[in-house]
């Protein structure tokens, strides 16, 4: 659960971008390089390294406001070692066990359909044409409000406009 709240909490503090990038590198940590996500010790010094790389990969974009400094070593693992966010990622289990999802890849599509990633296109196509063609999502992120997660993160998101991938 520690890693779990380390992502979300990189997640509010510089952005989604940055947390979905912690987030891939902590796949390959655990799924490719077989390492333990409960060495907490290792697993700091490793999210402090990407936190670094990806914040500075940013160039600012992350929080333009007022940049937070980047995590060291240090506060990544006294993070890991506390409590915060707990409650956030309990919730957010909930909610998740609430709506049936047991298992991963899940798409959750509009805040209430549960797709399974093996689904066929045609399921997704079918889900998106109806979207398309009401003109309107009819729900919104479920877990932001549990996570904390404000608006402003939600609308930046963590993919680049085109703008951004031409220049």
């Known amino acids: 659960m520690a890693s779990h709240r380390l992502i979300q909490h990189v997640g509010k503090t510089y952005g989604l971008r940055v947390s979905?990038?912690?987030y891939d590198r902590l796949n390959?940590?655990?799924?490719?390089?077989?390492h333990a996500l409960n060495d907490k010790a290792r697993l700091a010094?490793?999210?402090?390294?990407?936190?670094?790389?990806?914040?500075?990969?940013e160039g600012g974009k992350a929080n333009a406001d007022?940049?937070?400094?980047?995590?060291a070593?240090?506060?990544?693992?006294?993070?890991?070692q506390g409590d915060q966010g707990r409650k956030e990622i309990e919730m957010a289990l909930q909610a998740l066990d609430d709506l049936g999802v047991h298992g991963i890849p899940k798409f959750i599509i509009e805040g209430r359909q549960v797709v399974d990633g093996a689904a066929h296109s045609s399921?997704?196509?079918d889900i998106f044409r109806d979207i398309e063609a009401r003109g309107e999502i009819a729900g919104g992120p479920i877990f932001a409000s549990i996570l904390g997660v404000d608006d402003e993160t939600i609308q930046r998101?963590?993919?680049?406009?085109?703008d951004e991938l031409v220049a």
Do not use: C, N, R, W
């Open 28 to 34: 390959t940590y655990y799924f490719v390089d077989g």
């Open 157 to 162: 998101g963590s993919h680049y406009s085109e």
């Open 66 to 71: 007022a940049p937070p400094s980047i995590m």
């Open 20 to 22: 979905e990038g912690l």
């Open 45 to 57: 010094k490793v999210a402090a390294e990407e936190i670094a790389q990806l914040v500075a990969s």
């Open 123 to 125: 399921v997704f196509v």
């Open 73 to 80: 070593e240090e506060e990544v693992l006294a993070f890991l």
